[in-house]
């Protein structure tokens, strides 16, 4: 067991992961139904790989729901929320994780609708499972938090600005969110070792994340980050809505 977050921490409590069926989303996931949460693996097209995660968590005596859906959706979000509903009838926790664009053979405003549309529509959908006390993280990047003031890698651009955009209109609904007490929080990391985005990164611009990592000293690895994520789970809100992981001085704040 990792153990990052106290044991028990999460007991009775529902979580949801989107895009958990790998990588920093997995990690998370199984950060939660560790620290005693029930849990929903949420997965594109990846169901081997969901459901050998699920099984790997009912063993810790967690009741897990796997859903796949495609986020870019709002029939398969809104067929998602309805069987979280009838499984558990409530979530407590809401981490927005899936985020792309990189992908090759995608329509030109597909980081767009993924990274910005689909998390406000997964967001509004959950709200309405959620209550007092629940918490919602949005996951992203310096390269994208930053991109108003920071220039990123071209390859990089498009995604990082889509990202912005997503973290832009999930911001407009913190009023809203903090009248029924649910917390919203934005975690920024650093680019990750070892994540799908690195690697097209990395195949696009090689040497970038050798460059990324020389400038920043270090990278988080995916369950380092992912720890960050589970974190953010249950700290006090920050004031500004937003924790940053790792080094930041090479990006100017707005």
């Known amino acids: 067991m990792t153990q990052v977050l106290p044991a028990g921490s999460l007991d009775g409590k529902v979580a949801l992961v989107t895009g958990s069926s790998r ?20 997965f594109r097209n ?3 790989r969901a459901e050998k995660l699920a099984n790997e968590l009912r063993a810790l005596g ?4 796997v859903v796949g859906a495609d986020l870019t959706d709002p029939a398969s979000v809104s067929g998602m929320f309805d069987q979280v509903r009838a499984e558990f009838g409530r979530l407590d926790v809401l981490v927005l994780n899936a985020s792309g664009g990189m992908e090759s053979g ?3 405003d597909y980081a767009l609708v993924l990274n910005r549309d689909a998390q406000v529509n997964v967001l509004q959908a959950a709200e309405q499972l959620m209550g007092e006390g629940a918490r919602v993280v949005f996951v992203t990047s310096h390269q994208a938090h930053f991109i108003r003031t920071t220039p990123t890698m071209p390859e990089y651009e ?13 911001r407009e609904l913190i009023p809203g969110l903090a009248d029924k ?18 690697t097209l990164l990395e ?3 090689p040497g970038a994340i050798a ?15 992912a720890a960050e994520v589970a974190q953010a789970a249950v700290d006090p809100v920050p004031a500004d809505n937003t924790r940053l992981i790792g080094d930041t001085s090479d990006f100017i704040p707005e």
């Open 106 to 108: 995608v329509a030109e």
């Open 158 to 170: 498009p995604v990082a600005k889509s990202k912005r955009a997503g973290e832009d209109a999930l």
């Open 211 to 225: 460059g990324r990592r020389e400038s920043a000293g270090k990278l988080y690895n995916v369950s380092e980050f």
């Open 181 to 198: 007490g649910i917390g919203f929080i934005v975690v920024s990391g650093d680019m990750i070792e070892g994540t799908i985005t690195a």
């Open 203 to 205: 195949r696009a611009n």
């Open 62 to 65: 967690r009741r897990v729901l």
């Open 23 to 42: 990588g920093i989303g997995a990690d998370t996931v199984r950060y939660f139904a560790e620290a005693g949460a029930d849990v929903v693996i949420n």
């Open 46 to 48: 990846k169901a081997p």
